[in-house]
Structure formats: structure tokens, C-alpha cells
């Protein structure tokens, strides 16, 4: 194992499965998956079954995130999840944003990462992240970036469709990248420029096809 990850609002392991089936180099080594007044735990009880031969029992916390002290976290080299959603739906006229009950999970994300530091952060999210609140559209999303540029992260994101990438269905996801000023990554797309380093570069761009269409005038 040369990486390590800490999978937030795991679910039933979205991110364990694409991460540690791209190489045996990963290895996920905490993870969190918690649903709220719920007495039992379908997709815990899931996940544990799935993962419990790949690793320790330890390695899986069926607790609300907001009550895991950090000290419980073990050191990794990325930190990934899908924080809830529900309060980023800016078709509901009701929904606070990163205000409301679920949006301010995010700022158990920005606790543990203050605390962690690791190198590296990928997050999903609804599309419409992008646009909540309605009364203010843009504004989570520029709070989410500004924490992380706080805490030393670059940060890249995409809006990707997985309908785009050969699968039955229309999936419109944002997809959050941030690297720490502290590892060569980083460095490395510093000396570049931005538009070389979005292009051709970066996260999203070296693994996604992207192309430049140019507008006829
Ligand atoms: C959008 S889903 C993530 C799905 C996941 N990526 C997967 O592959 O299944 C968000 C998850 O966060 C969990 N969750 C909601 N509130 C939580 C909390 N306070 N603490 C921990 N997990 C929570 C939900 O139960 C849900 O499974």
C-alpha cells in the first residue's frame, strides 16, 4: 500500500471501489457512512459487508461525522465523499445551501481537513451545487473554494455526465479537486500556465477528453 484514503459519507463505497480497483496502490483506511434518524443502517451494514474481508472492523464508523473527533481519523493521502445534496437543490424553493441542516455537513469536511491536511481532496456533488442557493446563486460554491484556499489547496472542478462516458444514464455531477501547496504536484502546475495547466494538465483534463472548439466568427 503506497496511498492511503479516508472516504467520507461513504454510502455503500462509490469511491473505495473506483479508487482501489484502479491499483493495488490504494488502500482505503477509515471511512465514515452515517444515515441520519435512521435505526438501521442498510448502507453501512453494505459497505461493512462488502469491504470487512479488505481491512480491520476499526476502519468503519457508523457515527454522525459532526461527532467524530478528529484524533479518530487516521493520517491519509487523500480525502474523499458525497456530501449529502438535499440542501443544494436550487429547484427547491425551501433549500438553505450550505445554511440548511444537510449543506452544513460541509463544514465537517472543512474541520477534518483543517486538522488532516492531506495532499489531496476529490468530492462529488450535485451539478447544481454550481447555482445554490436560489437566492444567491453562486454563493456555496464560492465558500467552499475560499475554505480551501485557505487551508493551501488549488482547486480545480468539472461538471461531468456520466451519460458522456458510456454509461444508461444521465448523471450530471460536480466533481471538486484540491491539491496542498506542500507537495510537488502542486509546484509542478504552479510553473505552468493556467490555461496549460486546465487544458492539458490538471486533474480532470489528463484523464477526461476535452477539446477545443473554436467559435467561427
Ligand atoms: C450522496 S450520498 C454518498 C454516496 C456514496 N458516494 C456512495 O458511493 O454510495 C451521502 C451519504 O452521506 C450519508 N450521511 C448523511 N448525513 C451524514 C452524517 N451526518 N454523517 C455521516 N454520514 C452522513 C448519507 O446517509 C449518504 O449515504
Redesign the pocket.
Given at each position: 500500500m503506497k496511498y492511503t484514503i479516508c472516504e467520507?459519507?461513504?454510502?455503500?463505497?462509490?469511491?473505495r471501489v473506483g479508487f482501489e480497483k484502479s491499483s493495488s496502490d490504494w488502500k482505503t483506511v477509515w471511512a465514515?457512512?452515517?444515515?441520519?434518524s435512521k435505526k438501521v443502517q442498510y448502507?453501512f451494514e453494505c459497505y461493512k459487508s462488502h469491504f470487512e474481508t479488505s481491512g480491520g472492523i476499526n476502519e468503519f464508523s457508523n457515527?454522525?461525522?459532526?461527532k467524530v473527533p478528529e484524533e479518530h481519523i487516521p493520517k491519509h493521502t487523500i480525502l474523499v465523499?458525497?456530501?449529502?445534496?438535499q440542501d443544494y437543490s436550487v429547484a427547491s424553493t425551501g433549500a438553505k445551501g450550505i445554511q440548511g441542516k444537510?449543506g452544513v455537513?460541509w463544514w465537517?469536511i472543512e474541520r477534518i481537513l483543517e486538522a488532516k491536511r492531506p495532499p489531496f481532496v476529490l468530492l462529488?456533488n450535485v451539478d447544481r451545487l454550481l447555482k445554490s442557493p436560489s437566492t444567491q446563486r453562486g454563493r456555496d460554491f464560492g465558500i467552499i473554494i475560499n475554505c480551501l484556499a485557505k487551508l493551501g489547496y488549488a482547486v480545480e472542478w468539472r461538471v461531468i455526465n456520466a451519460a458522456e462516458y458510456g454509461f444508461q444514464q444521465r448523471r450530471r455531477r460536480t466533481f471538486i479537486f484540491a491539491v496542498h501547496n506542500t507537495t510537488n504536484y502542486y509546484k509542478e502546475l504552479e510553473n505552468q500556465s493556467v490555461y496549460e495547466e486546465l487544458q492539458n494538465l490538471g486533474f480532470f483534463s489528463s484523464i477526461l477528453m476535452w477539446k477545443l472548439f473554436q467559435v467561427k466568427q
Open positions: 467520507l459519507f461513504a454510502g455503500v463505497g462509490g469511491f465514515n457512512q452515517w444515515e441520519p448502507a457515527m454522525d461525522i459532526s465523499g458525497g456530501f449529502p445534496c444537510k455537513l465537517e462529488e
